[in-house]
C-alpha cells in the first residue's frame, strides 16, 4: 500500500482497475488480497423483462460498505468535534451531502469507476444496445440518469468501500484511503472542509445536488 497523501485541495482522483487493483491517479495502489470482491462489487443487480433468476451482483456488499462508510466517517467527526457542538454538524455535511445518493454516484462517474462496472459481464457502458435491463424500449442507453440509474451508482461506490473494509480486514485507515480518494470524506482540517464545501457548492449551484430531501431509496 502507498502512505503518501492527497493534498488537501484535492476533492478526489480518478481511478483504473488493473486486474485486482484499484490505481488513483495520484500514484496510491490498493491490491486486493480477494479479488473476487473486487469483481463482486463492480457486478451491477440486472434483470431483463422475463427473468426469473438474478446472479450475484453488488447489494450484498453494499449494505456492508454503506455501514463501513458511515462508521468511518463518525469515527473523524468525532474525534475533530467539540462536545459542544451541536449534533447537526454531522446532519449538515452528511445527511445533507456526503452521504446522499445523489453525491455517491456524482463520484462513481466523477472519479472514473462507474466505466469499470459491469452489467451482465457487460461493460456499463457497452452493454448490448437491445439489452432491456430497465423495462424501458431504449434499454440501458437512456436509463443511467434515471432515479433507477443513480440508484445503481450509489450501490457500486458503496459496494466498492464494502470490498476494501472486507478485503482489509476491517481496516479504516486503509477504507479512509479509498473513501477519500473518492471524494467521500469526512475533512480533517479546514483546507479539507473549504475543498468539500466547496465541491458541494457548486454541485448545488449545477442542479445535481438536492439538500432537502435525500433521495436514496429503500434497498
Not at 126 to 154: I, L, M, Q
Amino acid at each position: 500500500m502507498d502512505s503518501h497523501s492527497i493534498a488537501d485541495t484535492e476533492h478526489h482522483m480518478t481511478v483504473t482497475i488493473d486486474s485486482g487493483n484499484l490505481v488513483f491517479s495520484d500514484g496510491y495502489l490498493y491490491t486486493f488480497s480477494q479479488p473476487d470482491l473486487l469483481k463482486e462489487a463492480l457486478t451491477v443487480k440486472w434483470a431483463p423483462v422475463g427473468t426469473q433468476q438474478i446472479p450475484a451482483f453488488n447489494h450484498r456488499l453494499a449494505k456492508l460498505g454503506d455501514s463501513a462508510m458511515k462508521t468511518s466517517m463518525l469515527g473523524i467527526w468525532h474525534a475533530n468535534n467539540h462536545p459542544m457542538n451541536p449534533v447537526d454538524v454531522w446532519e449538515n455535511l452528511h445527511d445533507r451531502g456526503l452521504g446522499m445518493g445523489k453525491y455517491l454516484a456524482h463520484m462513481a462517474d466523477a472519479t472514473g469507476f462507474w466505466k469499470h462496472c459491469e452489467i451482465n459481464g457487460n461493460s456499463v457502458l457497452e452493454a448490448p444496445a437491445d439489452a432491456n435491463y430497465f423495462d424501458d424500449p431504449e434499454g440501458y442507453r437512456t436509463a443511467w440518469s434515471s432515479e433507477w440509474g443513480v440508484k445503481c451508482k450509489e450501490t457500486a461506490v458503496e459496494a466498492l468501500f464494502g470490498a476494501v473494509w472486507q478485503d482489509s480486514e476491517e481496516s479504516c485507515k486503509k477504507l479512509r484511503q479509498v473513501m477519500r480518494r473518492m471524494g467521500v470524506f469526512w475533512p480533517e482540517n479546514d483546507v479539507q472542509a473549504a475543498t468539500v464545501a466547496r465541491y458541494i457548492g457548486q454541485m448545488k449551484l449545477d442542479g445535481e445536488l438536492d439538500t432537502k430531501r435525500d433521495e436514496r431509496m429503500r434497498r
